[in-house]
T-cell receptor, first 111, second 113 residues
Framework: KQEVTQIPAALSVPEGENLVLNCSFTDSAIYNLQWFRQDPGKGLTSLLLIQSSQREQTSGRLNASLDKSSGRSTLYIAASQPGDSATYLCAVGENNNDMRFGAGTRLTVKP | DGGITQSPKYLFRKEGQNVTLSCEQNLNHDAMYWYRQDPGQGLRLIYYSQIVNDFQKGDIAEGYSVSREKKESFPLTVTSAQKNPTAFYLC????????????FGPGTRLTVL
């Protein structure tokens, strides 16, 4: 059974710092990997989706990488801002429809 | 605007009562999902449906039921058999083919009194 782990569980950084969030998974036979943002009490907002054949995706200050062989993905956030404060979840797609979620990393960016 | 709506945002229920959570999407997606989120944990799949009039159990289906009579609607009923129903419930949809990932609604927080 696929297990998805996100480390650290919580992270606090000063504004302007570059940071990396980590996601690891146990079964490399994945279909895709998706990073989400969740604000308190809200639904999930999709940030980046990486297909299994891709190595990375970029959107603005965000860059996500995927290394299937080592079972790892990272989300890089450049020049962090207080508005980036949220919980970041990664989810591994095992086929077209089934996704396994990590518990998330709660990020706080201090002004 | 295309999207997924869930209602109500907050729901309170007495023990022993069934309650139904609504999920509607106008994205023309074939697949729809229900997840449960507890504090400090990842999302866990309750039920999913890949097509109208068909649905499958997820990892934690006990105490829940669903229906999929229309493509745009996937209501979830939390029955009295669910031992610990207080949680945040999230509905999602995906195109079903093509792997573009899942889109989520705003969630319903259910509290059992």
């Amino acid at each position: 059974k696929q297990e998805v782990t996100q480390i650290p569980a919580a992270l606090s950084v000063p504004e302007g710092e570059n940071l990396v969030l980590n996601c690891s998974f146990t079964d490399s036979a994945i279909y895709n990997l998706q990073w989400f943002r969740q604000d308190p009490g809200k639904g999930l907002t999709s940030l980046l989706l990486i297909q299994s054949s891709q190595r990375e995706q970029t959107s603005g200050r965000l860059n996500a990488s995927l290394d299937k062989s080592s079972g790892r993905s990272t989300l890089y956030i450049a020049a962090s801002q207080p508005g980036d404060s949220a919980t970041y979840l990664c989810a591994v797609g095992e086929n077209n429809n089934d996704m396994r979620f990590g518990a998330g990393t709660r990020l706080t960016v201090k002004p | 605007d295309g999207g997924i709506t869930q209602s109500p945002k907050y729901l309170f229920r007495k023990e022993g009562q069934n309650v139904t959570l609504s999920c509607e999407q106008n994205l023309n997606h074939d697949a729809m999902y229900w997840y449960r989120q507890d504090p400090g944990q990842g999302l866990r799949l309750i039920y999913y449906s890949q097509i109208v009039n068909d649905f499958q159990k997820g990892d934690i289906a006990e105490g829940y039921s669903v229906s999929r009579e229309k493509k745009e609607s996937f209501p979830l009923t939390v029955t009295s058999a669910q031992k610990n129903p207080t949680a945040f419930y999230l509905c999602a949809s995906s195109i079903g083919q093509g792997g573009i990932g899942q889109f989520f609604g705003p969630g319903t927080r259910l509290t059992v009194l």
